[in-house]
């Protein structure tokens, strides 16, 4: 066993036993409970908390269950991120500039016949699902290692500390309890109240299996991942337009966020701006009528589309919890925890996407549920540091950030304590196909006084989650401009722009570089 981790669980009781320091339990008396923690839920937050708390231990079931979607789809353990989230968006995202790199591998030479180029979506999705359901087994082979006992039911309490579900044929119920529970269920996509919406409609829970060609496609909604969705969708040869009620990307930088949208509409995705949905009718054709109308204009409009995808926001499963029961307080369909994770019943604890008010990302799930389970079994303190968070928007010309957006740090410091510097760039590898810079663009926002402590940084351009995940450690660590700037760049790469940034917004200079070592 590694140092660190004889640190991290040298009060575990399995650990304290097997290296002579006793045990915290002892071997005649008799546990209080079933389990020392069920864990509610089989993602990523779930799954984190429950080996985690094994590896200390303590005595887990989880459980875990998948409502099929209105469209059918259902899927194994794994939870949004495996299944139907994070991996397969990352997979038809790459499938998506496969396809526009071998377009561009002509300007390079290479002799490609583009004439019948066009992906089989067919294919894709199985091999994306094949991918899937190997990561679905070695998650079922994983807890059975850690002694995690898995359950493929939906558990709910009875009360504070006891959990009942159905067996797996459904004609029997049974009851477990627990020291300690973790709800960790995440969420679920929102669909609209209109006509047709849940009868017609699909959602990122249906669209990575979904069997036929999406062809033409109205994506409805422009948080991130209606806008990779239609991203991809784009890049394999389909015709998506997306709806937006307000704006695109609530809660990102203004500034990027509208870079971005200018971005798809320059690579032909057509956008239907302050515009809400009214009803779905399938019509003789098969094809589907959408009625809309533009809250700006009041006009009303409609179209025909092959496919409709829902990408209006996710809610928290909280109906089938039973919390009541249980005590436990929640803020609409989320539940409220404190610092420590902790519910309004101390030892019920909730973690990831089901918790109100923290970032919704995998990442911070898994990390959240791995740190409570060192809290709770291995005599750790260490509480979940929500802040400066990296995430990405996997469109073509990626938009990754960490830390405050230009408008955050104006707010909460005022305008005249913030600095920007800002630059647009031009990556060396797209020249020769001549692909437009137009939108490659990057800037950090910082403290005007001292050492010019950075809040935030913000970057569009190639694999931008590959370059924001090294500056986000240095942010995290109290990165400054004067650091920043003394740091010597790799050339050529993109990431190397951050360390070359001269220009303020407010010195009103061009930020436009005349070659790629200006």
């Given at each position: 066993?590694?140092?660190?981790?004889?640190?991290?669980?040298?009060?575990?009781?399995?650990?304290?036993?097997?290296?002579?320091?006793?045990?915290?339990?002892?071997?005649?008396?008799?546990?209080?409970?079933?389990?020392?923690l069920v864990v509610l839920g089989g993602g990523s937050a779930g799954l984190a908390c429950a080996k985690e708390a094994a590896d200390c231990g303590a005595r887990?079931?989880?459980?875990?269950?998948?409502?099929?979607?209105?469209?059918?789809?259902?899927?194994?353990?794994?939870?949004?991120?495996?299944?139907?989230?994070?991996?397969?968006?990352?997979?038809?995202?790459?499938?998506?500039?496969?396809?526009?790199?071998?377009?561009?591998?002509?300007?390079?030479?290479?002799?490609?016949?583009?004439?019948?180029?066009?992906?089989?979506?067919?294919?894709?999705?199985?091999?994306?699902?094949?991918?899937?359901?190997?990561?679905?087994?070695?998650?079922?082979?994983?807890?059975?290692?850690?002694?995690?006992?898995?359950?493929?039911?939906?558990?709910?309490?009875?009360?504070?500390?006891?959990?009942?579900?159905?067996?797996?044929?459904?004609?029997?119920?049974?009851?477990?309890?627990?020291?300690?529970?973790?709800?960790?269920?995440?969420?679920?996509?929102?669909?609209?109240?209109?006509?047709?919406?849940?009868?017609?409609?699909?959602?990122?829970?249906?669209?990575?299996?979904?069997?036929?060609?999406?062809?033409?496609?109205?994506?409805?909604?422009?948080?991130?991942?209606?806008?990779?969705?239609?991203?991809?969708?784009?890049?394999?040869?389909?015709?998506?337009?997306?709806?937006?009620?307000?704006?695109?990307?609530?809660?990102?930088?203004?500034?990027?966020?509208?870079?971005?949208?200018?971005?798809?509409?320059?690579?032909?995705?057509?956008?239907?701006?302050?515009?809400?949905?009214?009803?779905?009718?399938?019509?003789?054709?098969?094809?589907?009528?959408?009625?809309?109308?533009?809250?700006?204009?009041?006009?009303?409009?409609?179209?025909?589309?092959?496919?409709?995808?829902?990408?209006?926001?996710?809610?928290?499963?909280?109906?089938?919890?039973?919390?009541?029961?249980?005590?436990?307080?929640?803020?609409?369909?989320?539940?409220?925890?404190?610092?420590?994770?902790?519910?309004?019943?101390?030892h019920i604890f909730a973690v990831g996407d089901i918790v109100y008010g923290r970032p919704e990302l995998t990442p911070v799930a898994i990390l959240a549920g791995?740190?409570?389970?060192?809290?709770?079994?291995?005599?750790?303190?260490?509480?979940?540091?929500?802040?400066?968070?990296?995430?990405?928007?996997?469109?073509?010309?990626?938009?990754?950030?960490?830390?405050?957006?230009?408008?955050?740090?104006?707010?909460?410091?005022?305008?005249?304590?913030?600095?920007?510097?800002?630059?647009?760039?031009?990556?060396?590898?797209?020249?020769?196909?001549?692909?437009?810079?137009?939108?490659?663009?990057?800037?950090?926002?910082?403290?005007?006084?001292?050492?010019?402590?950075?809040?935030?940084?913000?970057?569009?351009?190639?694999?931008?989650?590959?370059?924001?995940?090294?500056?986000?450690?240095?942010?995290?660590?109290?990165?400054?401009?004067?650091?920043?700037?003394?740091?010597?760049?790799?050339?050529?790469?993109?990431?190397?722009?951050?360390?070359?940034?001269?220009?303020?917004?407010?010195?009103?200079?061009?930020?436009?570089?005349?070659?790629?070592?200006?």
């Open positions: 066993m590694s140092a660190l981790k004889l640190m991290r669980c040298s009060s575990c009781p399995r650990l304290r036993a097997s290296i002579g320091i006793g045990s915290v339990r002892h071997a005649a008396s008799k546990p209080r409970h079933d389990y020392d887990v079931l989880c459980f875990d269950f998948v409502k099929p979607s209105p469209a059918g789809t259902r899927w194994g353990i794994g939870g949004t991120c495996v299944n139907v989230g994070c991996i397969p968006k990352k997979l038809m995202h790459q499938a998506s500039l496969l396809g526009e790199a071998v377009h561009e591998a002509v300007a390079y030479g290479w002799n490609v016949n583009d004439q019948d180029l066009r992906p089989d979506w067919r294919k894709l999705v199985r091999s994306v699902q094949n991918h899937i359901k190997s990561v679905n087994w070695v998650t079922r082979v994983d807890l059975r290692d850690k002694k995690v006992e898995y359950v493929n039911s939906l558990g709910a309490f009875l009360d504070p500390h006891t959990i009942e579900y159905a067996t797996r044929s459904g004609l029997e119920r049974r009851q477990v309890t627990a020291e300690h529970v973790v709800v960790a269920v995440g969420g679920r996509p929102r669909y609209p109240d209109i006509p047709g919406a849940v009868e017609l409609g699909i959602t990122s829970d249906d669209i990575f299996s979904y069997e036929r060609e999406p062809g033409r496609t109205l994506v409805v909604g422009a948080g991130y991942v209606g806008l990779e969705c239609a991203c991809f969708l784009k890049g394999l040869g389909y015709e998506p337009t997306v709806m937006v009620r307000s704006i695109v990307l609530r809660g990102f930088d203004r500034q990027m966020s509208e870079l971005l949208a200018a971005m798809m509409a320059e690579r032909g995705v057509p956008f239907l701006g302050t515009t809400i949905p009214r009803s779905v009718e399938r019509q003789a054709d098969g094809r589907l009528l959408v009625r809309y109308h533009n809250t700006a204009t009041g006009a009303d409009g409609s179209d025909v589309f092959d496919t409709v995808l829902w990408a209006i926001g996710r809610r928290g499963l909280v109906e089938d919890l039973h919390l009541p029961a249980a005590g436990v307080r929640t803020h609409g369909d989320k539940i409220v925890v404190d610092a420590a994770e902790a519910t309004s019943v101390p791995r740190l409570l389970a060192r809290r709770l079994f291995a005599g750790a303190t260490q509480l979940m540091d929500y802040a400066d968070v990296a995430t990405t928007v996997f469109t073509p010309l990626e938009y990754s950030c960490v830390g405050m957006s230009e408008e955050t740090a104006i707010e909460l410091r005022g305008a005249d304590n913030i600095e920007v510097l800002h630059g647009y760039y031009k990556p060396t590898e797209f020249f020769i196909p001549q692909k437009s810079v137009r939108h490659c663009y990057l800037k950090a926002v910082a403290e005007i006084s001292g050492d010019q402590k950075i809040l935030g940084l913000h970057y569009i351009g190639p694999v931008a989650g590959e370059v924001i995940q090294g500056f986000a450690a240095a942010l995290k660590s109290g990165l400054t401009v004067k650091t920043l700037l003394s740091t010597v760049g790799i050339h050529p790469t993109t990431a190397e722009e951050f360390t070359r940034l001269s220009i303020t917004k407010r010195s009103g200079r061009d930020p436009t570089p005349a070659s790629c070592c200006s």
